[in-house]
């Protein structure tokens, strides 16, 4: 049976590399998801990734128990998988794309579906950085607007609209994908 997390927090704090190892383990691939949610690149997720664990290991005093300790370990990948974004963005990556959506009709009905969960993912892929961005930070992690605007820079105002574009152009990319290549029953 898998050791306690909290035991595992308990020897990390004493310094014991195997604790560090098997916390590591243990929340290496769902923090790495997140990574992913968040950095272009697969090598960019790693090196989040990386980094959120030297803070993991480096912060847990700063843990205080006031909630379950793999949301704690979430929050601080979602902000340093952010911060290396936005360096990323500085160092001229790839801009956000704000106004792509700005006058894509509304369809209908959406076959959302239909679409397997990796066609899923492949699909938020294709959107642009910043609304990618808020699509994760508010459906996914369950961040409020205000506190997406806090982590990006942003106003709640330009949260709320990215969100809104976002699932607009998603909509209107699933109904032209449907479009091209109908499903029969």
């Not at 949610?37 to 990386?50: G, H, T, V």
Request: aromatic share 6%.
């Amino acid at each position: 049976m898998a050791e306690p997390i909290d035991a595992l927090v308990e020897g990390c704090r004493r310094g014991q590399p195997t604790a560090q190892r098997a916390l590591y383990e243990r929340l290496g691939a769902p923090l790495m998801g997140v990574c992913l949610r968040y950095c272009p690149s697969r090598e960019e997720a790693e090196d989040a990734l990386q980094l959120t664990f030297v803070k993991i290991f480096s912060r847990l005093d700063q843990f205080r128990h006031q909630g379950p300790f793999e949301a704690w370990a979430r929050r601080i990948a979602v902000t340093t998988s952010l911060n290396l974004w936005q360096q990323h963005q500085q160092r001229g990556g790839p801009h956000l794309a704000t106004d792509e959506a700005e006058h894509l009709p509304h369809p209908d009905g959406t076959p959302f579906d239909q679409l397997s969960a990796s066609d899923l993912v492949d699909l938020l892929a294709t959107l642009p950085p910043g609304y990618r961005t808020v699509l994760n930070l508010y459906a996914v992690e369950g961040y409020s607007h205000a506190e997406i605007g806090e982590l990006l820079g942003i106003s709640e105002g330009t949260s709320k609209s990215q969100l809104s574009r976002a699932r607009r152009l998603l909509e209107a990319r699933l109904s032209r994908q449907a479009a091209i290549s109908p499903h029969h029953d």
